[in-house]
């Protein structure tokens, strides 16, 4: 059945119902399935270490799985343009089923390779839950698309609680294999959401969808497309930059692992907590506003780290940065929603989330180097060279480009 033909008939209380139904429906899976995501950067480096044939591969399985979000978005996309978003969600949480399925017999066999190729579905999960962003904004009308945007984002707080939790209450149920039961259990989440995702009730392609619109090298030549990939990737590279080097550096610095747990879990609500407001700051200030404060909380971030290297400068850096984040990335999200029509928005988005990803991945193996060989200090400095490109891009927008709501 095509709900495409449905929406112009519709009665409007029922599209309000219907649109509501959505979002809460992917707010919980955005919840259940992030946490995928957090298991894995909870005990990827772990098993690594435990099965790597070289220690020096331990984190090996972490950078892949950022290598499968970035790999896998394209054809996530294409997925969508053809057959739907439902079809894609669905196929997403089949690799989370796998992922954790595979990590689980990779932990009993002693198989590191095998655990990569997991993480490796993990990262196409992962991709395939940050489309659900895109999926609200579709259902909703464009006055309200930064907040069902925003509030499917809010799902994140819950899955930054699920996943430690998950990990926690199960890693020691399988023993002598540390963290088997906790993918056995990662596995039957993901199921769950996929049963929650059959409930979803999305727009099927058109014939004009299908036709694809513009030639993808047009629009993503648009200026204000460049704009919002430019403060999408420096926002979501340098959160993952640092994030990824803060945990070794309190290591490094004498610093507790508590204290290290405690400071990313900080992080992560402060990533996704914003997302109750963030939609409607958007709506009443515009989506380049809200990127902005998201740029300099990211630079206080880094203000903050260089202050000192005691517990608290550490745990008032990654709040920051979490906070910067949020408004940095689903700031720049609701601008990619100003730069395609709605046939083209599969390819746009995936596209755009392409190269945040592909981006990331590159920070994700640089991090953890440049750390080593230069220190905390040196990697919060390096963060302001990015950060005054994307500054000098949004100047440039909104000095050359007319403001208008996202949508």
């Not at 790597?52 to 054809?75: E, N, Q, R, Y």
């Not at 689980?104 to 992962?126: K, M, S």
């Not at 499917?152 to 990990?167: C, E, H, R, S, T």
């Not at 903050?304 to 005691?310: C, K, P």
Request: aromatic share 10%.
């Amino acid at each position: 059945m095509s709900y495409a033909s449905d929406a112009a008939t519709t009665a409007p209380a029922d599209f309000q119902q219907f649109e509501r139904g959505n979002i809460l429906r992917l707010a919980t899976v955005q919840a259940l399935a992030g946490a995928n995501a957090t298991v894995i950067y909870a005990t990827g480096a772990i098993i690594g270490n435990m099965l790597a044939p070289d220690k020096a591969l331990a984190t090996l399985p972490i950078s892949i799985f950022v290598v499968g979000m970035a790999a896998c978005t394209l054809p996530a996309g294409a997925i969508a343009q053809r057959h739907g978003r439902r079809a894609t969600f669905l196929a997403g949480t089949g690799c989370g089923v796998l992922v954790g399925l595979l990590s689980a017999l990779a932990i009993v066999l002693g198989a590191f390779w095998l655990f990569c190729v997991a993480t490796f579905f993990g990262g196409a999960y992962a991709a395939v839950v940050l489309s659900f962003r895109f999926a609200a904004a579709d259902c909703a009308p464009p006055e309200r698309r930064p907040r069902a945007l925003s509030a499917v984002m809010a799902g994140g707080v819950f899955a930054g609680v699920i996943g430690p939790q998950l990990v926690t209450h199960t890693m020691h149920l399988w023993m002598p294999h540390l963290f088997a039961a906790t993918y056995l259990a990662q596995a039957g989440v993901a199921a769950l959401s996929a049963l929650i995702l059959l409930g979803v009730r999305l727009p099927r392609p058109t014939a004009a969808e299908t036709a694809r619109g513009r030639p993808l090298a047009e629009i993503v030549r648009q200026p204000r497309f460049v704009t919002a990939v430019v403060c999408g990737v420096i926002t979501y590279l340098l959160m993952n930059f640092l994030m990824t080097a803060a945990p070794l550096a309190m290591q490094m610095c004498g610093l507790s692992q508590e204290s290290s747990n405690l400071g990313l879990q900080w992080h992560v609500i402060a990533m996704y907590g914003p997302s109750f407001f963030t939609g409607s700051l958007i709506t009443r200030f515009g989506a380049r506003r809200v990127v902005a404060a998201g740029l300099l909380l990211t630079a206080a971030a880094a203000l903050a780290g260089l202050a000192g290297v005691d517990v608290a400068h550490f745990w008032l850096a990654l709040t920051l940065l979490g906070l910067g984040w949020n408004f940095g990335f689903v700031g720049a999200s609701a601008m990619v929603l100003e730069c395609h029509r709605p046939e083209e928005r599969a390819r746009v988005q995936s596209f755009n989330d392409f190269v945040v990803f592909g981006t990331m991945a590159v920070g994700s193996f640089l991090s953890g180097g440049l750390l080593t060989a230069y220190g905390w200090s040196t990697v919060l400095q390096l963060s302001f060279v990015p950060l005054a490109v994307a500054v000098a891009a949004l100047a440039i927008a909104s000095a050359t480009q007319p403001g208008r709501p996202a949508g």
